[in-house]
């Protein structure tokens, strides 16, 4: 029989056709015209909560079959396909399109029959819950063949959207039920989940659509004509479900909510200005807070805090009496909802400031948007507060000198799920510092100036750890490649470059040898060792595999001595080194501390004072200063209309001479071709000039760090070399991405790299202007060579002539950020950037022509072969 085979492991999707259509549906009702019609009845009350929600269909003939169809479906069918259906991330199945619309037809009128029962027992819901998650997986199972449904297939889709919008406002009565067991509980549970997954998709699937707009307009009428959002939170509230919402609830329904504020569509966008959505957010984020500070009481770990922020114990094994047991973590599902609020909120924040910015209307809303967002920070200001200084305080402890004590409770290191809790958190400070009004400093000054700090000190020390690793890695692989004696290693070539340039390794080189080279990478090493923290299980597991392009390098080099333990030995030591480094969880950390960096260092743009340096003039204040000119000085950057009709021109130059009697001044265009001939503007043109007092530097003036000993003193204070030293970090990974196969899955490296290039771009203009000295002049010459050696063009490093240390050409073609950063934006930095870059090449051909003079000398002063063989003999001995 049908059954039979639905038993079998040869599953396929035209067994549950066969039995749907042949067997179960034929046995709901043999009143199929009535029940149809019942379920195709439109809901459109304003009201939410549990209630009677449509029109009961009279108990038919056939009440006893109709029950003993609906065990059959829940009890045979659903533990037999619990497998492939509900663990939906298991395995894939073959559905051809046919067949697919076909069951998809068929799994409409199941549910519509199955909503017009008037029973209420457990097996009604068990059916909707398996004919929902059959839904989604073959749904999903489609998608993967098929990306774009075809017409006929997008309206049964949208049919079946409206139907399980049905389904979700029968949920809103389940909870009432009396008796109600944990059982019950789970498959409603179930079927909220898997209605919003259905949602998700559709939301999903409408971006995919080459009738977007059509498909967003179809699914803003379904979810308006059943308050779809209004049911959702009420049935996540505790009294609209007995109980708190499930961990795994909030995760469906932060992600539905997400995709609604991202779709660009204004009406749905506009469901989530409800305002108790925030309420319910907020619940969400002590929640997670809550379970953050969680002490043991009894047992072993009585009176300590062992709860690791963002993990949970997953278990714990005995030991022998006095020796702590060993426990065992994993990703704690509360706070991963935790950083979905937060991304959520960002989200929503954006989209209202680019839909809602036209009408005083639509600003009302935006504002409503703004004031959640600030209302969930400002209520959970210490917890976030506790999250950005752990991150930032990561590489301030000393434990960051030596191997870190693994298995120690407690640990305040950057973990995964920190930094990914501390990089969505700054995506929504972003967002709110970038918008039109400055409701964020007006509201929350105190609040406003704490975060903006918290961004600098985070900026800092994911640039220190982030730098670090990038020089390690670089170190050791060139040590390497010296070793071998070919100069670049065979990696280097599949990408056209080597990977050492004028700034920092080659003067490690030079000036160090080989011996205090190694012992540098290991201090590097061991710095990054310090501030990563493997917590969860399978984190541990990922820290024992490597990428096939180090494999080779996590050998031992050299001959150990076998008197002495393994972890005794020179070559141990660097072996231990190089694979904390190396090791695939290092990579995956330092792709989440890349992106908490963008974040970070994306609200320091947009916070920064010069950033808001520019006044415009009201009308008044041009009335103001109609006659007096003042004000106006030399050097000044304005802005004045071109001339004086109705709707003229805008433009900024820079003022070179102030005329006091004609009231003119004589400007410089910025951007103009002609940039030699001054523009004479009449005073009552001018409509803007810059507040200079608000351009100052924001970081002190100081080079990469170049060595380890130098890195640790700097962590205390930022400074543009960090920037530097984290661009660095982005030129490498790059290079290793591209070894690894993954060209173009981390965007955030370029996006990185970008943001890291005007911030140093804007901050050494800063302290060109500034009249005090900054530095001293030998840390200027590195600071300008470090530059050279990030945006250099290769007209320019053509002019140099290669160093040669041991037969390796260490030295690129080009700068580390040519190929990372986009043309205009490269020439615009580097346009800034000119004195500095101009004077880096001036002084490395100082260098290299002294260099020149001094061979040439030594030469002639050793002419004869035999004379020079004596000097060479007597340096020797």
Not at 311 to 319: D, P, Q
Not at 597 to 611: D, G, I, K, R, V
Request: hydrophobic share 35%; glycine share 4%.
């Amino acid at each position: 029989s049908t059954m039979t085979a639905l038993t079998t492991t040869s599953f396929s999707y035209e067994d549950v056709l066969e039995y749907l259509e042949r067997d179960f549906l034929p046995s709901l009702s043999s009143r199929e015209e009535e029940s149809a019609s019942i379920a195709a009845t439109p809901l459109r009350q304003k009201r939410v909560g549990r209630a009677e929600l449509t029109r009961a269909a009279a108990i038919p003939n056939n009440a006893d079959q109709v029950d003993e169809a609906l065990n059959e479906l829940s009890s045979k069918l659903s533990p037999n396909l619990e497998a492939m259906i509900v663990s939906s991330g298991e395995g894939s199945f073959t559905l051809r399109a046919k067949t697919a619309e076909s069951l998809l037809e068929i799994l409409l009128r199941c549910m519509d029959s199955i909503l017009c029962l008037t029973s209420s027992r457990q097996s009604k819901l068990s059916s909707l819950q398996l004919c929902l998650v059959m839904t989604n997986r073959a749904v999903g199972d489609m998608e993967r063949t098929t990306q774009t449904p075809n017409p006929s297939l997008m309206k049964l889709r949208l049919k079946l959207n409206q139907t399980i919008a049905k389904v979700y406002r029968h949920l809103e009565k389940v909870p009432s039920t009396r008796m109600l067991s944990d059982l019950h509980m789970n498959i409603y549970s179930n079927c909220f989940r898997s209605c919003l997954t259905y949602f998700s998709q559709m939301m999903l699937l409408s971006s995919r659509s080459g009738s977007s707009s059509a498909v967003l307009e179809e699914l803003y009428g379904d979810f308006e004509d059943y308050r779809i959002v209004e049911s959702i939170i009420f049935q996540s509230r505790p009294d609209g479900r007995n109980q708190p919402i499930s961990p795994a609830d909030s995760c469906a329904l932060l992600d539905f909510f997400s995709l609604l504020a991202s779709c660009g569509h204004s009406g749905l966008l506009s469901f989530l200005v409800d305002s108790e959505i925030a309420p319910l957010l907020n619940e969400m984020l002590r929640g997670a807070s809550k379970r953050t500070s969680h002490t043991a009481k009894t047992g072993f770990f009585a009176g300590l805090s062992h709860q690791v922020r963002g993990y949970r114990i997953a278990a714990t094994t005995a030991s022998i009496s006095g020796v702590a047991p060993k426990v065992s973590w994993e990703l704690d599902q509360r706070h991963e909802n935790c950083i979905r609020v937060f991304r959520f909120l960002a989200v929503s924040v954006r989209a209202a400031d680019e839909l809602y910015s036209r009408s005083p209307k639509d600003k009302a809303l935006k504002k409503k948007f703004f004031d959640r967002a600030l209302y969930c920070i400002q209520s959970n200001e210490a917890s976030i507060e506790e999250c950005l200084l752990q991150v930032s305080r990561a590489t301030m402890s000393e434990s960051t000198t030596a191997q870190p004590s693994h298995g120690h409770l407690g640990r305040k290191g950057l973990t995964m799920q920190v930094l990914r809790e501390a990089s969505a958190i700054f995506a929504l400070l972003t967002e709110l510092c970038d918008g039109d009004e400055d409701i964020f400093y007006q509201r929350y000054a105190k609040l406003y100036s704490t975060m903006v700090e918290l961004a600098r000190q985070v900026v800092l020390s994911t640039s220190c750890f982030l730098g670090a690793s990038a020089m390690a890695r670089e170190l050791f692989q060139n040590l390497t490649d010296m070793e071998k004696g070919n100069g670049g290693s065979a990696s280097a070539n599949i990408v056209g470059e080597t990977r050492l340039g004028l700034s920092p390794v080659i003067d490690v080189f030079a000036a160090s040898g080989r011996s205090n080279t190694r012992h540098e990478a290991i201090q590097f090493s061991h710095f990054v060792s310090g501030c990563s923290t493997p917590v969860s299980t399978s984190e541990e597991e990922r820290k024992l595999k490597y990428p096939d392009a180090w494999k080779q390098n996590v050998v031992v080099q050299g001959n150990a001595d076998p008197r002495q333990p393994p972890e005794l030995t020179e070559s141990s030591l660097e072996q231990n080194s190089r694979t904390a480094i190396t090791n695939e969880f290092e990579f995956a950390l330092e792709r989440e501390a890349c992106q908490c960096l963008f974040h970070a260092a994306s609200m320091m743009w947009s916070t920064h004072p010069a950033s808001t340096s520019f006044v415009e003039f009201t009308p008044e204040e041009i009335a103001s200063i109609r006659n007096d000119i003042s004000w106006v000085k030399a050097r000044d950057i304005v802005a004045f209309r071109m001339d004086d009709s109705r709707h003229p021109v805008r433009a900024l130059g820079e003022v070179l001479y102030v005329d006091t009697v004609n009231l003119c001044v004589h400007v410089r265009v910025i951007g103009s071709a002609d940039i030699h001939r001054p523009v004479s503007v009449p005073l009552h043109r001018l409509t803007g000039v810059e507040d200079r007092t608000k351009r100052q530097g924001t970081m002190a003036f100081a080079p990469a760090p170049e060595t380890s000993a130098v890195l640790k003193k700097s962590r205390r204070e930022l400074s543009i070399g960090h920037l530097v030293f984290a661009m660095r970090w982005c030129h490498e990974f790059e290079h290793e991405e591209k070894l690894q196969g993954r060209t173009g899955e981390s965007p955030w490296i370029r996006m990185s790299a970008e943001v890291l290039g005007l911030l140093v771009a804007k901050e050494v203009s800063l302290h060109r202007e500034s009249t005090n000295p900054h530095t001293s002049p030998e840390q200027s010459r590195m600071f300008k060579a470090q530059l050279l050696d990030l945006f250099g063009k290769e007209d320019e490093y053509s002019r140099f002539s290669n160093p040669d240390y041991g037969g390796a050409n260490m030295l690129r073609t080009k700068g580390r950020l040519n190929d990372l950063l986009p043309p205009d934006l490269l020439a615009a930095v580097r346009q800034h950037l000119g004195n500095e870059l101009m004077e880096a090449i001036d002084q490395i051909l100082a260098i290299q022509e002294a260099h020149k003079q001094q061979a040439t000398l030594h030469h002639n002063r050793y002419a004869s072969p035999a004379l020079a063989d004596v000097r060479w003999y007597g340096q020797r001995g």
